[in-house]
């Protein structure tokens, strides 16, 4: 669903599939599984898109160096 800040992961049909959180999420929801069921070329460009992503988005490499410059601004920060 499109909440959360899930959209600033997700493309819409590049990486994945934004639902809005709605009276029709179920029906929508169901449509897009049905969508990604039919069509595995679809099925086969989402999950490559979303492989990619995670790779250069959610590594170890990143997420050390984002972890030690929040760690040194809020360091930063406390000492003033």
């Known amino acids: 669903t499109n ?14 599939f934004l639902v ?5 999420i179920i029906n929508n929801f169901t449509k897009q599984i049905l969508e990604l069921a039919s ?9 490559e898109n979303t492989n990619l992503y995670a790779l250069s988005n959610f590594n170890l490499k990143k997420f050390n160096k984002e972890y ?13």
């Open 20 to 24: 809005e959180n709605d009276e029709f």
């Open 3 to 16: 909440v959360c800040g899930l959209s600033e992961h997700i493309t819409d049909n590049l990486n994945g």
């Open 39 to 47: 069509d595995r070329t679809l099925m086969d460009l989402i999950s």
């Open 68 to 80: 030690t410059n929040l760690l040194l601004n809020n360091n930063v920060t406390n000492n003033l």
